[in-house]
């Protein structure tokens, strides 16, 4: 077998704070915040969790059920899509139905197609209103053109900003927000002639709506630059931020790996572009979007930011994979572990097959159920053996000493 000769040792330490962080926590980029409703997104606020009702917003009572099923279970703010201004007179209903039969819930407009008019009306009902730059002045593109001139290209940057400011100007008089979305998938012609297919072009069309925003003095704003390929979208929120510190910019960042389907492969693939730019400390809002009922993201974002330490919405539960030493069935005591725990939220347990490892992989846990002798367990209050019990009385045990420390609640 070959063997590469050893480098030379560097006489100097590397510099690898240009590359990544060593801290142990996630330091998160500053940002100003932007209220929607009741939530505040960005300025050292926990990252606000996201999704979107499937509802047709003229279904009424349909999208007031979709909205409040959400909100239930931990979704803090609700997005609908508004194509017509029927559907935009909808929403002054939904709005109200819900604060009379449950309560207010920040409520976001999706807006698209030449949407002046329609967003219009519905800044009036919503708390934030969502444009897509590539959309909202949407120009059909042309079959044979070859470039676009300079004059051209400003031209119509000129009906983009007649256009928005409308917009602008009513959101920022009631002190409301608005999210300039990019999609890869959808960016503006002028915008694919002159920077490509790239995350320069996603970077460069939300700056240009962001200069427009600024210069009528509404700073409201949250910034998502979406794909549907995970290294393109880390690619274009990074450059994002670079671009935003060059210009003293510090809007907060509405995170997602669009349309990014279902099942195990959309929950990796959101999960490879959120928590990658997270750990960044990049990102102030996250939205997983699976081919699913939406109600099923919203775990999904609750389990990133937990893995991520960024919030505590949950049990946090530290597992050995199992061994030869292991001296009990891992899988099925870990599930009556959890079964008997996972409404105690802000906890974390271990669970750990054997004492060789354990007692010191699990240090950091709040209470550790160990491996310690066949057909006996030891319990844990952090790195301290409290108690060897029979396995069989395992579970009970632990509940018996997370309630002798008051830290038990009924389910």
Not at 320 to 331: A, D, I, K, M, V
Request: hydrophobic residues 40%; negative net charge.
């Amino acid at each position: 077998m070959q063997t590469l000769p050893n480098p030379v040792a560097s006489t100097t330490s590397p510099d690898l704070s240009r590359y990544f962080s060593t801290e142990p926590t996630i330091q998160r980029r500053k940002t100003r915040p932007v209220k929607v409703g009741a939530v505040t997104i960005g300025g050292g606020h926990p990252v606000v969790v996201q999704s979107m009702i499937n509802e047709d917003t003229l279904d009424i009572e349909g999208s007031v059920a979709a909205i409040r099923r959400l909100h239930e279970i931990g979704c803090e703010i609700v997005r609908v899509t508004v194509p017509s201004m029927a559907h935009a007179y909808a929403l002054a209903e939904i709005k109200q139905k819900l604060y009379d039969i449950y309560q207010p819930v920040p409520l976001v407009a999706d807006v698209h197609h030449n949407g002046m008019k329609i967003a219009l009306e519905v800044a009036k009902h919503v708390d934030k209103v969502r444009i897509n730059p590539g959309l909202y002045v949407f120009e059909k593109p042309k079959s044979d053109r070859t470039e676009y001139t300079q004059a051209e290209f400003d031209e119509i940057g000129e009906r983009i900003r007649e256009t928005l400011a409308p917009l602008v100007i009513s959101l920022r008089d009631q002190g409301k927000a608005m999210r300039i979305g990019v999609n890869h998938g959808s960016l503006a012609e002028r915008m694919l002639f002159t920077y490509g297919d790239t995350p320069e072009g996603m970077v460069e069309s939300a700056l240009e709506f962001i200069r427009i925003c600024e210069s009528l003095d509404f700073r409201n704003l949250v910034i998502s630059l979406k794909a549907s390929r995970a290294p393109v979208m880390l690619a274009a929120y990074r450059l994002m931020v670079l671009r935003m510190d060059e210009l003293g910019m510090d809007y907060p960042l509405h995170l997602g790996v669009t349309e990014a389907g279902d099942g195990e492969y959309g929950r990796i693939k959101s999960t490879a572009g959120i928590a990658s730019l997270l750990a960044e400390g990049i990102g102030d809002t996250i939205r997983v979007s699976l081919t699913e009922a939406p109600e099923k993201e919203i775990p999904v974002c609750y389990s990133i930011l937990q893995a991520l330490g960024l919030r505590k919405t949950m049990v946090e539960y530290v597992a050995c994979p199992s061994c030869g030493r292991t001296l009990f069935n891992l899988e099925e005591v870990l599930h009556k572990v959890r079964e008997a725990t996972k409404h105690l939220t802000g906890l974390d347990i271990a669970v750990m097959g054997c004492i060789v490892n354990g007692p010191g992989e699990m240090a950091d846990a709040d209470y550790g159920y160990v491996g310690k002798q066949a057909g006996y367990i030891s319990l844990y209050r952090g790195r301290e053996e409290i108690k060897k019990v029979p396995e069989n009385r395992g579970v009970e045990e632990l509940i018996n000493l997370i309630k002798a420390d008051g830290r038990w609640v009924d389910p």
